[in-house]
């Protein structure tokens, strides 16, 4: 995607192979300076005060009608003696042009400090722009030895004809909360950012600056108001305080049950038990539904409980689904989802919200947000789940419901320069997330969709999200083939697919079955893209498959972020099937009910075996997760797992219950067309 000029290629490659140690800006055994000045360009060379190059680089170098040079400039300088860094950039291209100048920082270690700090200035005959991207890069490694890119940025503005000292806190550059062994130093001219296309601007002094005064940080935790209870208490009597909170809870953790031999009773009969967790686990005051239980080994409810008493925003909008999907199945009647329904939105208006937007988690018992951050992909759930009520009883909650989506601006969440939808918005640091979503095939795209047909955001975007990356993303799990422009909508999109066993696929991002099909629980994504998604879906589901029984000789199928059955949450995926791709290991019975419709007699048979290997089953349904290497089993439900998968069966049971209410909403009816125009093939 981006590519350096020849000449620093070599510099760029050497300093990130040939790792260097690292450097402070002082003696090991001296104190940090307050301030460390990076670059003050006064060596009259291009060259840091780290003793690191710099140079520029462009998105596009084959396009002439864009440029950029970097130079030094001894007549414009903040001091009185030295050199400015002058920068001559032109993104006025045809074409969406992007480039801009990086300095290497050789590892530097940045954690002494709080802010980075430099002078700017424009030129008052060439012209500038008064707005511009900077960011800092570096090499994180993972726990399981990957390496990934993470990246800090912040958008200055306000430039002008005179030189400005810009101060800018560590902390709101969100997306590195380590700022040790540094990378890179970038600033970015954006065609679509810019005021002016093309001039000359001027930077001096690049410093880190230690003030003391570091400002709010996204890890800041939210201040309790309230107390859970009047006293502290041990683990056991908080977990039977909880439980008074409940609806319900189970009598036993394990079911010795026979499941009849007819496979359409055998999934009502699961229906019926996935309901139970959400008929059980809701408290009863606030009627929200809680993030997660788990039970001890030894199989005994009273012993070693734990209750997740907070919630997540998609799982109050899947608990909405949920609850029609409740009354689809006969197990309550209309008046009693109606009652459900409106009792959740009463909580729901009342929640503490940012721009009408709910916070992402809240604990339940105190009914307060535990978070800082506003998801656009988990408010775009809750939406959905609205839009469903909505449409299932119109009558009754119609208005209500109408009154709350109108409310939710999902242009909030969009980067217009990107074209792609931020992650989220962090409030008390008063700046989005550093990253977007800007793959089409993973679970937002359901959100996108939303956020287009409610008329937030224009059309375009959907055709911005990346099929595949183009061949220069190195580190992909292969390159794409038949990568090249198409057009729809008079909208320009990049194609291209990834091969399995000859089988052509558009890649997700980890290759999970949540990531490909999640969105089919309000999207008829088979009936109404044959040629695009719903061909997707189906050869994802497919490759699943064969890539657990045949390539791992696992007994069972079905891959999807869940529990770890030793202890906490991570993602499991077919490595092929992603851009980047997830790690195996862990089986998950939600990712094969999301599967049911693409592959019914495997999946059948899955959830037969799965029944039969291992003790996985209880008064709710599925346990959450399986480790096909040692059969061991994590007793733990997750409200997210567990909706997908009662929804996935009301939708394969009662004739796409779930998909039809969205269907039935002019919100789908502006954007369907979304989906019949794209061939993924052609």
Known sequence: MRRLKPASLIVFISLFLFRPQVLSGAESN????????????????????????????????????????????????MGKSGYSLKIDYNVGSPKNAVNGFWMQMRFFDAS?????????????????????????????????????????????????????????????????????????????????????????????????????????????????????????????????????????????VFLDKTFPKDDRAMLMEIAKDTWNYFDMFVDKNYQLPIDNVEFAADGTVSGGTKIGDYTNITNVGLYLMCIVAGYDFKFITKEDAVNRLNLTLDSIEKLEKYKNFPYNYYDITIFQRTSNFVSFVDSGWLAAGIVVIKNAFPEILGERCRKILDGMDFSFFYDEV????????????????????????????????????????????????????????????????????????????????????????????????????????????????????????????????????????????????????????????????????????VVTPHATFLALEFAPKECIANIRKMLKLYNVYGECGFYDAINVETGKVAIKYLCLDQAMSFLALDNYLNDGAIRRRFAADSINRRAVELLKVEDFFD
């Open 30 to 77: 001296k104190p940090e300076p307050a301030t460390f000045i990076i670059a003050d360009f006064n060596n009259g060379a291009m060259f840091s005060n780290l003793q690191t190059e710099m140079g520029t680089w462009e998105m596009n170098p084959e396009d002439e009608a864009q440029s950029i040079e970097a130079s030094l400039d001894k007549n414009i300088k």
């Open 112 to 252: 002494p400090y709080d802010h980075f700090e430099f002078y700017v200035k424009g030129d008052k005959d060439k012209g500038s722009t008064g707005v511009f991207k900077i960011e800092f890069k570096k090499l994180n490694r993972s726990s399981d030895g990957e390496e990934e890119t993470v990246r800090g940025s912040f958008i200055v503005k306000g430039v002008t004809g005179e030189w400005r000292k810009i101060s800018i806190p560590l902390n709101v550059m969100n997306g590195i909360t380590d700022w040790k062994q540094m990378g890179e130093f970038v600033i970015t001219f954006e065609k679509r950012r810019v005021d002016s296309l093309k001039g000359t601007l001027y930077f001096d002094d690049l410093a880190f600056v230690k003030t003391g005064s570091p400002g709010p940080s996204i890890s800041d935790p939210v201040e309790h108001k309230a107390k859970k209870t009047k006293t502290a208490l041990p683990p056991a009597e908080f977990a039977k305080f909880l439980i008074k909170r409940l609806k319900g809870f189970p009598s036993k």
């Open 418 to 585: 990107e074209e792609e939808m931020y992650h989220g918005f962090y409030t008390n640091i008063n700046h989005y997330s550093d990253y977007n979503y800007g793959v089409l095939y993973t679970e937002p795209r359901a959100i996108s969709y939303l956020a287009i047909g409610k008329g937030d955001v224009p059309k375009d975007h959907w055709f911005k999200l990346a099929r595949t990356f183009p061949d220069t993303w190195a580190w992909q799990t292969q390159m794409p083939k038949g990568r090249r422009e198409k057009t729809y909508l008079g909208c320009v999109t990049e194609g291209g697919y990834y091969t399995y066993n000859n089988t052509k696929f558009v890649p997700s991002w980890g290759g999970s079955m949540f990531e490909a099909l999640m969105p089919t629980i309000i999207i008829d994504e088979k009936r109404l893209a044959p040629k695009g998604l719903g061909a997707n879906d189906e050869r994802h589901v497919n490759i699943q498959i064969k890539y657990a029984l045949e390539k791992l000789s696992y007994p069972v199928f079905g891959m999807s972020p869940s529990s770890i059955p030793e202890g906490g949450y991570s993602e499991y995926g077919v490595k092929p099937l992603g851009i980047k791709g997830y790690k195996p290991g």
